[in-house]
């Protein structure tokens, strides 16, 4: 088989003789039957023989360049038509950390799920004291973060006053600055929303779906992985407010941004920490407790976790049943 590209600023040609392709690695991996499943990507030997064509082939091109490439190559599209540059990358260095190929040195840059340094200026510093009810600061305003000085704000508030800390969210997401408006502008707090957690039995018995339909439909999810008021900020019925906006405007920023519908938002919460007071007040619903593992743990590494509680908001009046298709996209 042969394919023509570019893999950065240069093109290729790459000739493929499947049928004899020697996979090395753990024995799992050398078996030609066996299909390995990332967020979503299959690969078997005839996807891990390209791969590795494409990797030693393309010299002096970025991890995401490689990636790009290859979601190219396979049709690793999102139901919108981006690629799933992303989620390719992560399944890339897997790889890598099994020995099965050598990808080109990481460039100099903050890796993705690490602690980023948090800045501390003068204006994530405590403002203005408010008290009383949400009535009074109406209306609640939800702007997406898109440039450098509302990333750092970002950063800084929820880095400064989250109990977990900011990190550099895992693949697809969102996140907002969350602002009153009366009497005057300001700032209260912060809404991040992230790709879903790999698997979780109550969200997984909720939904009644099947191992195809969740591999299949999982990134039509969105995990509520950061939520922040800050801590000088006490106003009654704040919370479930930003939720409310939140859940009416997630579906359609969300598409923008990635091409993909979304059905169902989830969240997690620290049971010793929060009742989750403000969920159940903007309707979401209150399902069971976690394994106690991390939501990215599909090896059982991390057993020790405290479990959360778990919440989940259909965005659509079917989504379960949408949830449970199995059948190939259109």
Known sequence: MRLAGRCGSSCWTFAFDFGKVAVEGPAAM???RVRHAFAGLEVGSKELAMIREVVDGCSGVTRMELSNTICELLGWRRRGGGLKGRECRELLERLEAGGLLRLPEKRKGRPVGSKTRVPVTERGEP??????????????VLEPVGTEDERLMFRELVGRYHYLGHKVPFGAHLRYLVYVSTPERQIVGGLQFSSPAWRMAERD????????????????????????IVPWVAVRNLASSILSVAM?????????????ELLLAETLVDPERFRGTCYRAANWIALGNTTGRGRMDRDHRNENL??????????????RGRLQQAGERA
Do not use: C, H, M
């Not at 403002?127 to 609640?140: K, M, N």
């Not at 009416?248 to 993909?260: A, C, L, V």
């Not at 405290?306 to 989504?319: G, H, N, Q, R, T």
């Open 306 to 319: 405290a479990p959360k509680k778990l919440f989940l908001y259909p965005l659509v009046a079917d989504a």
């Open 127 to 140: 403002g203005r004291a408010l008290t009383g009810s949400v009535g009074e600061y109406a209306p609640v």
């Open 248 to 260: 009416r405007r997630i579906g359609s920023d969300w598409k923008e941004r990635y091409g993909t």
């Open 30 to 32: 050398a078996q030609e």
């Open 205 to 228: 018995r909720w939904i009644g779906w099947n191992e195809t339909a969740r591999k299949r439909n999982l990134q039509q999810i969105a995990n509520n992985s950061r939520f922040l």
